[in-house]
């Protein structure tokens, strides 16, 4: 019974498939899909089809998935559409059961593959999906709440068994940040009265005091890495000033501070504010520091600053940092890092990278990097401060 129904099903699949093929065209074809002899022929096809059981076994399930409008990067915490392509390839027809339903499910991996802590997504597959007669299923998806190069693993599952495993497909897909958290400095600046709030403008500070006392714990820290009162300060990404303020009552007269950022007016406030010998403030590119004493500096700092940049930036950012560095001198910087990321994922707002990618951009310039501070970010990643030293910079 089984051979004469294969048999038949085999005659219908030719014939159709002939048929088609006759008319080639894919616009006759979908129209041949709307006549009575069509859904005659497929009636009878499917009825003749062996009955599927409770649940369907693995040599029946032949067939394949495909996401067809995967975006190219997505942003997190949001809702995308998924629109999926099931086809059976096996001689029955699938359909679950009310205690063995068949379910679409969509799950976010990590970039390592493994399951990301985020429930997947499922959908009830509740008509039966019959052999070489494709469906299509839409679901709204929830992407990840953290930024990451993440992959989205799309599968069948019957009874808590995924059906395809190693062949269900398998997306890889880098989730930024989401849109309502980005910032432009430029715009922050423009609109900002800095004359009140320049120490709000440039950090999460809840009152002026913090401000004040971060400062002072930022020089420590600098003093305790080095910093003197003779010693030449870069500062990139200066902002209003934090550090000019704190390092002009340390500095000496021998002593001076190099401060940039690529908001005009942040500069024009700092150039009116720090108006001192041996203090210098210019407007920076993105990727260009306009100071041109070369190998003159003996510390430079990020603070704040790569946890707004592009890791191809701050790469380039710390070339320029080397470049205005004596052969002895140090950077000190802070990163927002995650392993969820390959390199680096997130947006102006806030940007997570890979702490073994930054510290090979350092080796590559030849920098040794040491962890000084860490502090948890979001249950995915950590802040680190950290200092680079030459590689084998004995006195530094
Ligand atoms: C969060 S604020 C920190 C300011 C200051 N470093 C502080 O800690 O008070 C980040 C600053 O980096 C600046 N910035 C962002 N990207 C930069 C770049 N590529 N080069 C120089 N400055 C940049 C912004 O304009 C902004 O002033």
Redesign the pocket.
Same mark, same amino acid.
């Given at each position: 019974m089984l051979a004469v129904r294969s048999t038949f099903t085999g005659i219908v699949d030719a014939l159709t498939l002939t048929l088609s093929l006759t008319l080639s065209e894919f616009s006759m074809r979908s129209f041949l899909k709307q006549t009575s002899l069509w859904r005659f022929l497929r009636g009878i096809k499917r009825g003749m089809l062996p009955p599927a059981g409770k649940v369907i076994s693995a040599e029946h399930r032949i067939g394949k998935l495909e996401w067809l409008n995967p975006p190219a990067a997505v942003e997190a915490r949001q809702t995308i559409e998924v629109q999926l392509r099931v086809l059976n390839d096996s001689p029955i027809a699938w359909l679950g059961t009310a205690a063995a339903p068949l379910t679409v499910r969509c799950q976010w991996l990590t970039r390592h593959g493994k399951p990301f802590d985020q429930d997947p997504t499922s959908l009830g597959i509740s008509s039966p999906l019959f052999p070489a007669e494709p469906q299509e299923f839409r679901l709204s998806l929830p992407t990840p709440d953290v930024v990451g190069d993440f992959i989205l693993q799309v599968d069948i599952v019957q009874e808590g068994q995924s059906w395809f495993q190693d062949k269900a497909v398998r997306t890889p897909l880098t989730v930024i940040g989401s849109r309502a958290t980005d910032i432009d400095?430029?715009s922050?600046?423009r609109q900002a009265n800095l004359q009140e709030n320049h120490w709000w403008?440039?950090?999460a500070y809840h009152s002026k005091e913090e401000y004040d006392r971060s400062?002072q714990q930022?020089l420590d820290m600098l003093k305790d890495h080095g910093l003197t009162p003779d010693s030449w300060l870069l #500062? =990139? @990404?200066?902002?209003?000033?934090?550090?000019a303020q704190v390092f002009r009552q340390f500095a000496s007269s021998k002593g001076g501070y190099s401060g940039? #950022? =690529? @908001?005009r007016e942040?500069i024009d406030f700092c150039k009116k504010e720090f108006p001192i010998p041996n203090f210098h403030f210019t407007q920076?590119?993105?990727?260009r520091?306009p100071f041109e004493t070369n190998s003159t500096h003996d510390m430079a700092?990020?603070?704040?600053?790569f946890?707004?940049?592009f890791t191809d930036?701050t790469a380039l950012?710390l070339s320029e940092a080397k470049r205005l560095l004596k052969p002895t001198g140090v950077i000190i910087a802070d990163v927002i890092t995650s392993d969820l990321v390959e390199r680096g994922a997130g947006h102006?707002g806030e940007m997570t990278v890979n702490r073994h990618h930054f510290e090979r951009l350092a080796a590559m310039l030849g920098y040794d990097s040491s962890v000084i501070g860490k502090w948890p970010w979001n249950r995915h990643s950590e802040r680190i401060m950290y200092i680079l030293r030459p590689h084998s910079c004995a006195s530094c």
């Open positions: 400095y430029h922050v600046y403008v440039v950090g400062m930022r #500062d =990139i @990404g200066c902002g209003t000033g934090q550090m940039c #950022d =690529i @908001g942040a920076s590119e993105m990727t520091v700092i990020f603070f704040s600053v946890t707004h940049t930036e950012l102006r």
